[in-house]
């Protein structure tokens, strides 16, 4: 007898934090239809991906034919597409029928969608207006969501050199990254539940490995955390809702560009797709610079915890990194 998935199933396998499109307008509805798809359908994760690029390609035409109507029903479907997109992963988690293709078709595929749609939105203005400005925006929207994509995967390599140096140090000075650096563990560790599913599975040794990956990750944010003490706050409010507080990530700035702008550009007129593109582009590079600072900071953290260990200093009770 086949396993009969409910909506509690799929809640477990929300991330523990997202943006707060996602968390806010995607979820509520993606879950439900997880729930549908995964009792009533075989569709499988992969094929998924491929009708959320068959929908973004939809709303790329509709983009490209410029009427109001056009841009709001793009808009629309580009929603879709990104809901679908949402779906698959839970489905996979769900499951546990994940493939190693399917994390390099979802990525593959988002950049897709936004150069397409992107094309559409903007190259059928600049065909429309006869004025190619227009062009120069598409640019602007492919260029700054590669940077963001690019920043995101370099950011996650240097946290990952950093984690290795502080365990590397422990290891050295024969002491247990866990016990050097316990003072930093949350008191109460969200963090660490699993919500991924069949998927998220994790052996004993790979959950301590996560373990002292979070922990070391407190203390290198000792210095930001102490410099901005209202950030603790606004940070646990956005997660006790599952939001995390980069507030507008890449997420927020495809939604804003090919969803907010078209329908505002349907009620105001094209130029508002112009605010609009240029708002979040600023947006959206304020808070990578914000990103970038915080880690500027981490690596020093990490430094004088890493010095500490060499030192031989107090090695089971750490000082705050100054």
């Known amino acids: 007898m086949s396993q009969t998935f409910t909506l509690d199933d799929v809640q477990g396998t929300l991330k523990r934090r997202d943006a707060w499109w996602t968390v806010l307008l995607v979820d509520p509805l993606a879950s439900r239809l997880v729930v549908v798809t995964a009792n009533r359908t075989s569709l499988t994760p992969n094929q998924l991906t491929f009708i959320g690029l068959g929908f973004g390609l939809c709303a790329a035409a509709l983009f490209w034919v410029g009427a109001a109507w056009a841009l709001i029903l793009g808009a629309v479907l580009f929603h879709i597409s990104f809901v679908v997109d949402c779906m698959d992963g839970k489905i996979a988690r769900l499951k546990g029928n994940g493939s190693v293709i399917g994390g390099w078709l979802d990525y593959i595929f988002d950049r897709i969608r936004v150069l397409f749609c992107s094309i559409g939105l903007f190259g059928g ?47 050295e000075a024969g002491t247990d990254p866990l016990s050097y650096l316990g003072k930093y563990a949350p008191e109460e560790d969200n963090e660490t539940v699993d919500r991924r599913g069949p998927m998220a599975e994790r052996t004993p040794e790979q959950e301590a490995d996560a373990q002292a990956k979070l922990v070391a990750s407190v203390a290198m944010q000792q210095t930001f955390q102490g410099r901005y003490s209202w950030y603790l706050s606004a940070r646990d409010w956005l997660r006790g809702r599952r939001i995390r507080p980069h507030l507008f990530s890449g997420i927020e700035f ?23 593109t240029i ?15 915080k880690l500027v900071l981490s690596t020093r953290d990490m430094a004088a915890l890493v010095a500490k260990l060499q030192a031989n200093k107090s090695p089971q009770v750490v000082d705050q990194p100054s």
């Open 254 to 276: 495809q939604m804003f560009i090919f969803i907010v702008g078209p329908i505002a550009a349907a009620i105001l007129g094209s130029w508002a797709i112009a605010v609009v």
């Open 125 to 171: 203005l600049a065909y429309h207006t006869g004025n190619p400005w227009w062009i120069w925006l598409a640019f602007v929207v492919v260029f700054v969501d590669m940077l963001r994509y690019m920043d995101a995967m370099q950011i996650s390599l240097v946290r990952e050199e950093m984690h290795a140096s502080v365990t590397a140090a422990c290891e």
């Open 279 to 293: 708002a979040s582009a600023v947006g959206l590079l304020l808070f990578e610079a914000v990103l970038v600072y």
